[in-house]
């Protein structure tokens, strides 16, 4: 079981059984109000930042050599989701064999420990089993019950550094992982609640979170999203997660912005095409599972709380990307969803209707 704990200041008493620390840090990290916490912990640690914000495979191995050149024997990642999914297979591919490529080889438990402060609220990846990596241009699903941190620490005062518009992108990644993981097929009565509780928390504090910096409102977002980070760890994302990722690397957008600029659209078509449900569970309680979010976003139904979520991306100034050539871009995105993600979703998607909600989806010049 994942211990959840809130400050940094009993972080000598977790690594206290660790002889050397890899401190896996993001770029933010010399600017983040916990730094002297960190940098002033009683076990020796040696620092490893060798990545990008989509990391590659070859930026892992480079942090995996380091982790065992040094003799380490934990990790503490300190940064927003690309550091601690950089952390998290170090910690996997820490045990595994130099003659065989990391992906290719068996998963298994180790013994490293892995302690992660995030320094976004969106991701949730502190208490998920998943991380992402981009090995020779595709992305890397990496997924372990082992990967999940030892202690994930919230502090809510490194959310005052983030700049205004990752603040909002991150918060939007929380609050779709929320909505998406409780109309998942995998549901269950656990995430449900975890859901619930992630959408009413950011749908109560976004706008003072995101407009007055108020610290009271930063602490529940942060909060919402680490629980938000639970639920998805349990029933994975949906088509708006899959649909997501090519409009990032087509459009530069950052990735909470794509799902939600995405989440709508979605929304509505499932909402037509009930019918169409491969929720074993059937297409009445999907209808109801739509109603329950909507109550949660505080609407009286579901069609009302995608009103209520297009008019929050507006105010956001979260747009829709713009093509200059969107017949060609078109072709390229709904060539390339992911087709294990859409198994997750409750109506089924076939190629023209991904292409046609894409096409609701970028606008053109």
Known sequence: MQKIVHGTQFLNEYLSDCMK??????????????????????RPYVVFDQFTSNPLYEDVSKGVRRFREERCDAILAVGGGSAIDVAKCIKLFSGMTDDKLYLEQEYRHNNVKLIAIPTTAGTG??????????YEGKKQSVTHDSIVPDIAILEPSVLKSLPAYQKKCTMLDALCQGIESWWSVNS????QALSRNAIETIVRHWKRYIFDGDEESAEAVMNAANIAGQAICITQTTAAHAFSYKITSLYGLPHGHAVAVCLPEIWEYMLGHIDDCIDTRGHVYLKDIFAQIAMAMGCHSAEAAIGSFREMLNVLGTLNPVSADKAHDLEILSKTVNPIRLRNNPVSLDEKSIRALYDQIVHTK
């Open 21 to 42: 620390v890899l401190l896996v840090c993001g770029s933010s990290f010399d600017q983040l109000p916990i730094k002297d916490d960190i940098t002033g912990i009683d």
């Open 125 to 134: 990846s502190e208490s998920t089993r998943y991380a992402v990596i981009y």
């Open 188 to 191: 269950t009565a656990e995430s």
